[in-house]
């Protein structure tokens, strides 16, 4: 059988090879490769909900918007078809079966993409739709890469990752200068350098991509003038993974009197012209340490010191930035004293920094990287179905206690508490754990 890399490369939509060179797939590449009737040249694609389709904003007021579906729209938009988005977090679904039903004959094909977690039965519910209408279901994604072979069995074709070089076209999705529902993220790169073995860049050959400063900029620029907006959001994995790049941007920004609300970075990135740039035009800074033990992270290969992580949170306190900081307790292979190494990184990070936030979360295998396969040689192969991913998402719970099988039921839900306890204390802008404390007695939320 071929490996998952194999298949990827040999139905991968956008990228052929071409003596040597990638290039673009022409339409007519694309109409071949997924045998289309080339005489349609209407394209639906779907970003599932993990909730209820339509529900999301009453729950969430601003949206991460899909970008995944707005970056395969802008290829084929390129390529001469009509592209429709509809996220299902926002659109009903007799809204989309009224669309394909109206539309039939005009489209090409229904693309979805799929992460892990309730987004894959979602998927499902898209492949009956579009052979209710004898219409053909593609699927893409973050899940899709890493389980090729179990994907191609749940629809007619699949696409690995695109090249990633333009900016997107915005005007697909309702965007405001409120950023409601939609925050304005933008993407510069994809990928990173570093090889954490939890991490979901792992599960696949994930490749850097990284857009110019022309680009980006041109994007943003875009965005202000369509709609007025002035800050932005930097969704890249790792921002910094080409610093002069990002300097560039940043100072660019600084000239236009843009502003980044939030940007990730790995933490050995952060050096003296890195901060000197973000200083100013960057208000949250997310560098994540996921242990507060160092023989943790050096089992996951985190390329991060604690000692570092507390000079860089006074510095940050300095310039007036706050810090968004991802634990994970509940590792396989974690020291019992972890939590409490936790409550004490924290506490000093948040004394010295009272705009420092520590969110902290469950270890939740996530198919594929070799930090799963650790486990899986531990403690036995998790089934390689399409149905087992299914409940997959960082919450602990009946459906996700199968997910940490080197944790009983109970001490899963003992972790619960600690995690809801933690969040609680740390999240938020309070400077010690007792003031927190004091402040959410008073308002009832912790005994
Ligand atoms: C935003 C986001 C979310 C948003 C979803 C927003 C949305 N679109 O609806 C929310 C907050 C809801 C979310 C939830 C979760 N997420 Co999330 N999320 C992301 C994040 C940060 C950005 C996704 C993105 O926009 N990427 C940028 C685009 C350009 O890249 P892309 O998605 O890979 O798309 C490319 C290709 O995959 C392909 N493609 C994608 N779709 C399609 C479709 C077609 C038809 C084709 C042809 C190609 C194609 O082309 C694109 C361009 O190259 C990613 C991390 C990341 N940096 O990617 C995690 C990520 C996708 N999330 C992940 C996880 C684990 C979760 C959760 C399970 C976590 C949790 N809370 O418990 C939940 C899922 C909950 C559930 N049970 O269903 C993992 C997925 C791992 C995996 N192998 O599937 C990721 C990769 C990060 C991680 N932590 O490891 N997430
Ligand atoms: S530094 Fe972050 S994005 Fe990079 S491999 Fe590690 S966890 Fe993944």
Not at 302 to 311: C, I, Q, S
Not at 401 to 420: C, G, I, M, N, S
Request: with cysteine; proline share 4%.
């Amino acid at each position: 059988m071929a490996s998952s890399a194999e298949i990827v490369e040999k139905i991968n939509l956008d990228i052929v090879k071409h003596k040597g060179e990638k290039k673009m797939a022409s339409r007519a590449e694309i109409v071949e490769k997924f045998n289309l009737d080339p005489r349609k040249n209407v394209v639906v694609l779907v970003n599932p909900s993990e909730n209820e389709a339509g529900e999301d904003t009453k729950i969430w007021p601003q949206l991460h918007p899909p970008v995944s579906a707005m970056t395969v729209a802008s290829h084929l938009i390129a390529r001469g078809y009509q592209s429709v988005i509809f996220d299902m977090r926002v659109k009903k679904y007799q809204e989309l079966e009224l669309f394909i039903e109206n539309n039939s004959s005009d489209i090409a094909f229904i693309g979805t993409t799929v992460f892990v977690g309730a987004f894959i039965s979602e998927a499902r519910k898209i492949t009956s739709l579009a052979r209710k209408f004898g219409l053909q279901s593609v699927f893409g994604g973050p899940f899709v890469d890493v389980f090729p072979e179990l994907a191609i069995n749940e629809c007619d074709s699949i696409s690995g990752p695109m090249p990633f070089e333009e900016g997107l076209d915005w005007s697909m999705i309702p965007m405001s200068k409120y950023q409601k529902p939609y925050l304005a993220v933008i993407f510069t790169s994809v990928g990173c350098p570093y090889r954490c073995t939890f991490c979901y860049l792992q599960s696949y050959n994930k490749k850097i991509q990284a857009r110019t400063t022309e680009s980006v900029l041109q994007e943003m620029d875009q965005l202000n003038s369509d709609y007025g907006i002035t800050e932005f959001q930097i969704g890249d994995d790792n921002f910094f993974t080409f610093k002069k790049r990002s300097i560039e941007i940043l100072n660019s920004m600084k000239d236009r009197g843009y502003t980044v609300i939030k940007c990730i970075g790995a933490q050995q990135d952060f050096n003296e012209s890195v901060i000197e740039a973000i200083d100013g035009v960057v208000k949250t800074v997310n560098f994540s340490l996921e242990a507060a033990d160092e023989a943790i992270i050096k089992k996951i290969r985190k390329p991060v010191k604690l000692g570092k992580a507390m000079e860089l949170n006074k510095r940050f306190a300095q310039m007036d930035i706050s810090i968004t900081n991802n634990i994970i307790l509940g590792w396989p292979f974690e020291s019992p004293d972890h939590k409490d190494k936790i409550y004490e990184l924290f506490d000093s990070m948040k004394k010295e920094n009272p705009r420092f936030r520590g969110l902290i979360y469950a270890y939740t295998s996530l198919p594929g990287t070799p930090l799963t396969e650790e486990v899986e040689n531990k403690f036995g192969v998790f089934p390689n179905t399409w149905d087992f991913w299914i409940d997959c998402n960082f919450q602990i719970s009946e459906q996700t206690v199968k997910y940490r099988p080197w944790l009983t039921h109970e001490e899963q839900f003992e972790l619960a508490k600690v995690l809801d306890d933690m969040n609680r204390i740390y999240d938020n802008n309070y400077v010690s754990r007792d003031q927190t404390k004091e402040f959410l007695k008073e308002n009832l939320y912790l005994t």
